[in-house]
């Protein structure tokens, strides 16, 4: 059993800490929302009231936060989590964030004698609850194989890419082929349907063939029901995108067809839809075609 200070308890943290926990892990969790430290609490592990209380006995610390100021705040702002950490914990920072940042958490967290991996995740919330995220690890490979015992609870697919700040330019490459590939889903649709073909069974016929993928497959449903209850937020996704971007021009590399596909979440989040589903760029491009005409 390990003992695991869980700082970030929303759309992705909470079934992620309840996994550990259903594990034999002893989880102490905070988050600024009372009402998910009680599911928390009713999935077995421990409520914190402040991030000083979560992280005090962890030898592991996870964090799923937003966005990299939020993990600013959470780890390197006064009384975060390295303030509080104890030499020799892990670090284990699951939010999508800018590399550069996942490389500065790792640089201060080294300084106060803890060690870090930058481990975000794709998956969304059903591979959170199904516990079969796919994981890409930033870090040095010994506290990687630390780590292991713990991503095997709550991923499928868990690979070590790099150094610290490689698992965030590979979540950016991930997050560049979700929304394209959501895009022409919903291209796709809009076609279909336009020219009187049954979407569903339109749909069915693609994911068998070369233009199947796992994207469909979870999207279906809330393409054809326009069902855009969030399991990830275009806001996010459009943050996202910037972080993408940002990594090609760091990079030195020209990606135009991810800048198209980030103009489209763009607009999708300036329409209203930021906190649907990204699978609401679907109601973006049936806007567009006047669709609801």
Do not use: W
Not at 33 to 60: F, K, N, T, W, Y
Not at 188 to 202: K, P, Y
């Amino acid at each position: 059993m390990t003992n695991i200070g869980f700082i970030g308890l929303g759309i992705m943290g909470s079934p992620m800490a309840a996994n550990l926990v259903r594990a034999g892990h002893h989880v102490t969790g905070h988050d600024h929302h009372e009402s998910r430290m009680r599911q928390l609490a009713d999935a077995g592990g421990r409520p914190a009231g402040s991030i000083a209380e979560a992280v005090a006995g962890a030898e592991v610390v996870i964090t799923m936060v937003p966005d990299s100021p939020q993990v600013e705040a959470a780890v390197l702002g006064d009384d975060g989590v390295l303030e509080h950490a104890e030499p020799g914990a892990l670090l284990i920072d699951m939010s999508s964030i800018r590399p550069e940042t996942s490389i500065a958490v790792a640089e201060a967290a080294e300084a106060r004698g803890v060690r870090a991996l930058d481990a975000p995740v794709s998956g969304g919330e059903p591979g959170a609850i199904e516990g079969v995220l796919s994981i890409m690890v930033g870090g040095n490979a010994a506290d990687f194989a630390e780590a292991q015992p713990l991503f095997d609870v709550l991923g499928k697919t868990i690979v070590h890419v790099g150094p610290h700040g490689a698992g965030q330019v590979v979540k950016a490459a991930n997050q560049l082929l979700v929304a394209g590939i959501i895009a022409l889903n919903a291209e796709a649709l809009v076609l279909l349907e336009a020219s009187g073909v049954d979407g569903r069974l339109g749909l069915e016929v693609l994911n068998g063939g070369l233009a199947g993928s796992t994207v469909l497959t979870r999207k279906t449903e809330a393409f054809l029901k326009r069902d855009f209850a969030p399991g990830f937020r275009i806001d996010l996704h459009h943050k996202d995108m910037g972080i993408a971007q940002a990594a090609a021009r760091n990079a030195g590399v020209s990606l135009p067809v991810t800048g198209l596909v980030a103009q489209l979440v763009a607009a999708a989040k300036a329409s209203g839809l930021g906190q649907q589903d990204h699978s609401a760029l679907l109601a973006l491009l049936e806007h567009l075609n006047g669709c609801y005409e």
